[in-house]
């Protein structure tokens, strides 16, 4: 049963560019949450997404980055235009339905901008 | 805003037992939670207490929980360098989707 899955999980880009990262939830899970580590830092929230469904961006800066969970495939965070502060972990968590809300991370993806 | 607190810095012998604690502000807490992450790695789940209960054990491990004082703490017993890592405590709120996280308490066992 394989976990959450995160691609890439080293991503560098330069100041201006796009990033993408993607993150394919636990099989049987529909809920899907994006953190933010920055160095020495605790996760913050960002974004909270069901099927098709943004049901919590309260955590997400409000220009420049966006999430997506499709019908199909995975969910994308995406960064356009990015800066030297975007760099840090985004981890990517999911989890079933249900009050315990047991949420499983990813890997993360560890992006650098140059 | 929740604010989770913990202290940074723990070391510990190979073979004692090993204390990390977490104070949090939220009185409407539901869920608290434990997270190991090792160097490079994402976050695994070590364990998690519901609000109502005081006490949770699952082998090494014993969570106390008291309520009142809004503490939480992560007791390790017979601490082994593989467990030298960031331990993460976060909570969940009543209502609320997200988890609030700590800054991590980076545990270091000496052999």
């Known amino acids: 049963n394989a976990g959450v899955m995160q691609n890439p999980r080293h991503l560098v880009r330069r100041r201006g560019q796009e990033a993408r990262l993607r993150c394919s939830p636990m099989?049987?899970?529909?809920?899907v949450y994006w953190y933010r580590q920055l160095p020495e830092e605790g996760l913050k929230f960002m974004v909270y997404?069901?099927?098709?469904?943004?049901?919590?961006e309260s955590g997400m800066p409000k220009e420049r980055f966006s999430a997506e969970f499709p019908k199909e495939g995975p969910s994308i965070l995406r960064i356009q235009q990015v800066v030297r502060g975007d760099s840090a972990a985004y981890f990517c968590?999911?989890?079933?339905?249900?009050?315990?809300?047991?949420?499983?991370f990813g890997a993360g993806t560890r992006l650098s901008v140059l | 805003g929740e604010d989770v607190e913990q202290s940074l810095f723990l070391s510990v012998r190979e073979g004692d037992s090993s204390v990390i604690n977490c104070t949090y502000t939220?009185?409407?807490?539901?869920?608290l939670y434990w997270y190991k992450q090792e160097p490079g790695a994402g976050l695994q789940l070590l364990t998690y207490?519901?609000?109502?209960?005081d006490m949770k054990q699952d082998q090494r491990l014993t969570v106390l929980l008291n309520k009142k004082d809004k503490h939480l703490s992560l007791r390790i017993a017979d601490t082994q360098t593989g467990d030298s890592a960031i331990y993460f405590c976060?909570?969940?709120?009543?209502?609320?989707?997200?988890?609030?996280f700590g800054t991590g308490t980076r545990l270091t066992v000496i052999p």
């Open positions: 976060a909570e969940k709120e009543t209502g609320a989707n997200n988890l609030f």
């Open positions: 968590a999911s989890s079933k339905t249900g009050v315990e809300n047991i949420q499983y």
């Open positions: 997404l069901q099927k098709e469904n943004i049901i919590d």
């Open positions: 207490i519901f609000s109502n209960m």
């Open positions: 099989k049987g899970h529909s809920h």
């Open positions: 939220d009185s409407s807490s539901t869920y």
